[in-house]
């Protein structure tokens, strides 16, 4: 096969190379998760966290690679975020922010790191407390983590994605929790962390997307947010967001010349990847953004707010299944997310992609 008809094909987990390269950024974003819960502590500034999860990221994906003759994009893709709290996800402070971490803080820690386009996304619930975790809080964490359990064993070819939608609802309520609205899951391809399959996690009339079917060698990111109350989160102050993404099929003719500076750059430095306006010049950016998002070109992420066991024999079904194929499987975003894999060879080992679970307390 020619470079050109390798380039042409579709790169998926059949390939070997491939199936490497998203073990090897597994093992560094699950190594950058490790070393910001271990920075977390009551008075540390969210933004420092933040800033070490994405250097470490950096670093190691910088060293891989070096040697190879065309250039290889790696990095990070997704920006750490530390969300405390009722606040769902996507708190990831400019540089001026002063935010700390308190003692009893439910904290939401999510990033992602990519090599060559192949993503791999991890997140985690960390209680900064010193012994167990009890009560309401206990709930709503084991609710995340169950329900990323049993969607990890559901993720498998021959499933639909609705199959999903409807079990990890049913894990919620057994512990008297909601699943959060408007969190979706998605399948990634290279360099494309929100690809077209999509899971739910609450079905509604604002709320439908197509029915899927998961196939072989697919690779998704599952998300999955519980909370003790209503599940409905609110949208925040637009001017708080500071996660964004480049809408690559919208163009228009930016009037100021601030946004068309930070428009240049951000084309420059992250052309496809999600990013922090913090990786911005923070007095340009706050001008610059606000037309850059009121026409589409940028996609934003923003941050929003939102004592029982389970005893269904359905869900402890899922659970009892095993989480891989003997021959093939589909990735999955492992929280890894909570926050793969396996290569068309018989004896190698498949790829174990972990879902991404996270709790709010409201």
């Known amino acids: 096969m020619s470079d050109e008809e390798r380039e042409e094909r579709e790169l998926d987990l059949t390939s070997p190379e491939v199936v490497t390269k998203y073990k090897s950024a597994a093992g560094i974003v699950n190594k950058a998760l490790q070393l910001v819960v271990s920075e977390c502590k009551p008075k540390a500034k969210i933004v420092d966290l933040c800033e070490k999860g994405d250097a470490f990221i950096r670093e190691q994906t910088g060293n891989m690679y070096k040697n190879v003759k065309k250039k290889m994009e790696r990095g990070v893709a997704f920006p750490t975020c530390i969300s405390v709290n009722n606040t769902v996800c996507h708190f990831s402070p400019l540089a001026s922010d002063e935010t700390v971490l308190e003692d009893g803080d439910i904290l939401k820690i999510d990033m992602g790191c990519h090599i060559d386009g192949f993503i791999v996304v991890v997140a985690h619930t960390h209680v900064l407390k010193q012994g167990p975790v ?98 409905k989160p609110k949208l925040l102050d637009e001017k708080q967001t500071t996660i964004y993404k480049r809408a690559v099929d919208k163009n228009y003719h930016l009037k100021m010349k601030a946004s068309r500076f930070i428009f240049s750059e951000i084309s420059q430095k992250f052309p496809i990847m999600p990013f922090s306006a913090r990786a911005l010049e923070e007095k340009r950016a706050r001008l610059g953004l606000v037309e850059c998002v009121n026409h589409d070109l940028l996609q934003p992420y923003p941050e929003l707010q939102p004592t029982k066991t389970v005893d269904d024999p359905e869900v402890k079904a899922w659970l009892a299944l095993g989480t891989k194929t003997r021959r093939k499987v589909v990735g999955r975003r492992r929280k890894v997310g909570k926050k793969g894999d396996k290569s068309d060879a018989a004896e190698a080992e498949p790829v174990d992609a972990a879902p991404n679970g996270g709790a709010s307390q409201e």
């Open 134 to 231: 009890t009560d309401r809080a206990a709930d709503v964490i084991a609710a995340a983590n169950t329900a990323a359990e049993v969607a990890l064993r559901l993720v498998r070819p021959g499933k639909k994605n609705k199959d999903v939608t409807e079990a990890i609802q049913k894990v919620a309520a057994a512990y008297d929790c909601k699943i959060v609205e408007g969190v979706l899951s998605h399948q990634m391809k290279q360099f494309v962390i929100d690809g077209n399959k999509v899971v739910l996690s609450v079905t509604g009339p604002d709320t439908r997307v197509d029915e899927a079917e998961f196939e072989e060698n697919e690779v998704y990111s599952i998300d999955i947010v519980t909370s003790t109350g209503e599940g």
